[in-house]
C-alpha cells in the first residue's frame, strides 16, 4: 500500500505564493502518476496537475503560468508551487498517486486565498 502526506497549505492573500508537498511511502516502486487535486466548498474535486514517472508534467488550464508541478521519482515526493494566487484557488488540496491497484489519496492541505 501507498500512503501520502501532504504539507504547505495555508492562508494567503490573493497574489501570494504557497508551495504543496507531498510524499509517499510505503510500496512506492509501483506509482506511475503523482497529481494534484483540489475541491472548493460545493464543488467536484478536480485535477490541477500531474506529474508522470517519466517526468512529464499537465496541469489545468486555469492554473497554467500561475503554479507549476514538479517531482523527484527516486523520493517519490511531488510538489507544486503556486504563484499569483486567486480567490478561486481556495480549496482542499489533495495529492494522489497512481499506478498501484486502487488510487491512494492524502489526507488533504486547506489553501485559503483572501482578498
Known amino acids: 500500500q501507498v500512503q501520502l502526506v501532504e504539507s504547505g497549505g495555508g492562508l494567503v492573500q490573493t497574489g501570494d505564493s504557497l508551495r504543496l508537498s507531498c510524499a509517499a511511502s510505503?510500496?512506492?516502486?509501483?506509482?506511475?502518476?503523482m497529481s494534484w487535486y483540489r475541491q472548493a466548498p460545493g464543488e467536484e474535486r478536480e485535477l490541477v496537475a500531474a506529474?508522470?514517472?517519466?517526468?512529464?508534467?499537465w496541469s489545468r488550464n486555469s492554473v497554467k503560468g500561475r503554479f507549476t508541478i514538479s517531482g523527484d521519482n527516486v523520493k517519490k515526493t511531488v510538489n507544486l508551487q503556486m504563484n499569483s494566487l486567486k480567490l478561486e484557488d481556495t480549496a482542499v488540496y489533495y495529492c494522489?498517486?497512481?499506478?498501484?491497484?486502487?488510487?491512494?489519496w492524502g489526507q488533504g492541505t486547506q489553501v485559503t486565498v483572501s482578498s
Open positions: 494522489k498517486a497512481t499506478g498501484c491497484g486502487n488510487d491512494a
Open positions: 510505503g510500496d512506492t516502486s509501483c506509482i506511475s502518476v
Open positions: 506529474f508522470t514517472h517519466g517526468g512529464s508534467t
